[in-house]
């Protein structure tokens, strides 16, 4: 059985994204291209209306890119469950009301028992700081946090 991996929009964006020319964006979307090619058939991946709703904005060519991308992934429904968490972790939790579609991300992944949840949003998502207290909303809320990386943790087999 493959492990359960929540797409989390930023991958779609720097799998389509143009070349930068900032040298660790850049090597930030090799690495994304390079799990992509690699590693991620050896996971079950999913994706969620929020993740939906983000690739679909901007540029339209962009935009179509990065959502047929994502097309062949189930999608996560959201529940009560999930909202009440998405609520948890931003009043009382670690992340700024600014930060609730991230909020979302993580509860969403949580709820539906994700394994992985893969990021290069490392403010809000992908933060060590902000992981601890995650994880504590998450349990309280009956459920468990998942691993939260970026493409570089899971390339290795």
């Known amino acids: 059985m493959k492990p359960k991996l929540y797409l989390e929009s ?20 090799k690495c994304t291209r390079d799990w992509w090619s690699k590693r991620a058939a ?17 540029e339209p060519a962009m935009a179509a890119r990065r959502m047929e991308l994502i097309k062949p992934f189930a999608r ?13 972790l931003v009043h009382g939790g670690p992340l700024p009301e600014k930060a609730a579609r991230d909020a979302a991300h993580i509860a969403l992944s949580a709820v539906h028992g994700m394994h992985f949840l893969l990021t ?12 601890a207290r995650m994880r504590v909303i998450c349990a309280a ?3 468990e946090c998942p691993v939260i990386c970026t493409p570089e943790e899971l390339l290795a087999e």
């Open 10 to 29: 930023t991958i779609p964006s720097y799998l389509v994204a143009r070349p930068s020319r900032d040298t660790i964006l850049a090597g930030q979307q």
């Open 42 to 58: 050896h996971f079950e991946i999913f994706v969620s209306s929020v993740v939906v709703g983000e690739v679909a904005s901007g």
């Open 76 to 88: 996560l429904e959201s529940t009560d469950a999930a909202e009440a968490l998405t609520r948890a």
């Open 120 to 131: 290069w949003n490392c403010t809000h998502i992908a933060n060590a700081m902000m992981y």
């Open 141 to 143: 809320h009956g459920c």
